[in-house]
């Protein structure tokens, strides 16, 4: 008796996940139903137009001394639609060398973070506080956030995610204008530019102290919760 019970608990487990999956990936890709075919939302053609422009624009961006230095700007890549969206802190050597975000040891630890939600690369949105490598990995500098932030922030407003996941303390202390530490951060939602905030730690990070990597599971959760309660509608 007691085994058809579980069986059936399994059952009902699968049949709940499913369910949940199958609303993040009908969420994840222009993330509505009202528009389902990409070209029929107004709004999220011009904002992809908008976006478009704007990675020109930061694509031959002089505004600061990492142009001396860069191979590539990393603008960001990803759905232009994406409710959910990754900032992490700049570039690494693999970024500048490709020209794309977290693609190095790092990148290949978020594309597993992602996929533990049921979401794919292509789903959500990947940028940086920084588009260009600062030297040797080195911290940005101050006057580096304050002049590349403009461009996260336009990035932002034409994605409008509805969660964005600050990757490590630099992310999160720049974007929350805070300066307590990640741990502290981490696992909590706070109000950022009519988006949901989660900071939790870098995928980098993990990479030197893995008995965390739950943690991040956990704020991955929350994260998932989240996205499945808020449609988006274009
Ligand atoms: N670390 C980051 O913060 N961003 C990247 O794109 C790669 C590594
Ligand atoms: N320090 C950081 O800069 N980021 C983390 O995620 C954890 C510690």
Known sequence: MKSVKDELKKIIEAVKKYIE???????????????????????RESAEMLLDSLKKEALSCLKCDLCKTRTHVVFGAGNPGAKLMFVGEAPGMQEDLQGLPF?????????RIIESIGLKRKDVYI???????PPGNRNPLPT???????????????????????????????????????????GRFFDYQGAK?????????LLRNPQDKRLVWEDMK?????????EKIC
């Open 127 to 133: 940028a940086n506080i920084l588009k260009c490598r």
């Open 222 to 230: 929350k994260i998932r919760k989240e996205l499945i309660s808020r």
């Open 21 to 43: 999956l199958e609303e993040l990936a009908g969420a994840g890709l222009y993330g509505n139903r009202s528009f389902p075919d990409t070209g029929a939302c107004p709004r």
């Open 103 to 111: 693609v190095g040891r790092a990148g290949k630890l978020l594309t």
């Open 144 to 186: 580096e956030i304050l002049t590349c932030e403009e461009y996260l922030i336009k990035q932002i407003e034409l994605i409008r995610p509805r969660v964005i996941c600050a990757l490590g303390k630099f992310a999160a202390q720049t974007l929350l204008r805070n300066q307590e530490s990640i741990t502290r951060l981490r």
């Open 197 to 205: 905030l989660m900071p939790t730690f870098h995928p980098a990070y």
